[in-house]
């Protein structure tokens, strides 16, 4: 993908480009199939939290998702994280609903009485905004609502996900007037554009319970629409964050987390890399996959921001 010119939202060129470099590197491997089928084949682990918990359920939802073995895994933790936090989940750009689905059975192993809302167009993304935008195409990731919905029949999921189809201009407010400003303990975005995320992120971020987890797919993707519209509205709440990089394209952050001493300062928003630098699965493939120790990166990435 190529960048579009940064702007004021970041200012450390050398961070974003490291923390975006696997996805320019990989995210062809990473919607390969066969790439994908050789992840989970190998002895890598996805999630420290519940270790195998991906891989038993990724015949399940590997025909749904674009989201790799590695940031599922994330989710997955990040879902027991704020297992105790008050609020459902809310995952904005559902796609075929893999990645909802393997929250819901996760949901479900847990005994928890968490809802899921998932919410789609389903008629693919709307037309990108070509300065603030790149990589995507209108129409991309076109879905099927009735087809989700039998497979969240199938799996028995009924009394935990909730479709919502439509645009999110159209169906945040709605859902939020209707649920009397609910609580939120996950926010999914995997919006892909700078539009999308601002149609559905400031709405939903004050819903969030302190101690919720934000998970951005696309925070990392080098189109830097999803980063710039999160980081936009953060200040326009007069709030910080500390993002944490994760494998691809992927990051979170927890509401109101301050940052340790280890985390990199731009502008006004923190960044984190060191669970980057020690999740070993990930470099580990990582390097196969580029013949590149990526580690030696983060590492001087780190010491050049001591």
Known sequence: MTDIVSDNT???EMLHETIEYPWKRCFVAFL???????????????????PGFVRKHW???????????FRMGKIVDLVIRTKDIPGDILEFGSYKGGTGILMGLLLKELGSDKKIHLFDSFEGLPDPDTTKDKGYRKGQFRSNYDKLQA?????GLTDIITLHRGWFSDTVEPFIAA????KVSI?????????????????????ISEGGA??????NDGGRGEKRAVIECLRALESTACFVACPGSQSYFIKNQAPDEFAIQDLDMYYDVVELASNEPFLTWIEKDIEEDYL?????LLAANK
């Open 10 to 12: 970041i200012a450390n």
């Open 32 to 50: 390969r199939k066969s790439a994908l089928t050789e992840m989970v084949e190998a002895n890598y682990q996805f999630s420290t939290e519940l």
């Open 59 to 69: 015949d399940k939802v590997k025909k749904l998702t674009l989201v790799d073995p």
């Open 151 to 155: 497979e969240v029949e199938q799996y």
């Open 179 to 182: 649920n009397n400003s609910p």
């Open 187 to 207: 926010l999914h975005l995997d919006c892909d554009l700078y539009t999308s995320t601002m149609d559905c992120f400031p709405q939903t971020y004050p819903l």
């Open 214 to 219: 934000i998970i951005l797919d696309d925070f």
């Open 296 to 300: 030696v990166k983060l590492e001087a």
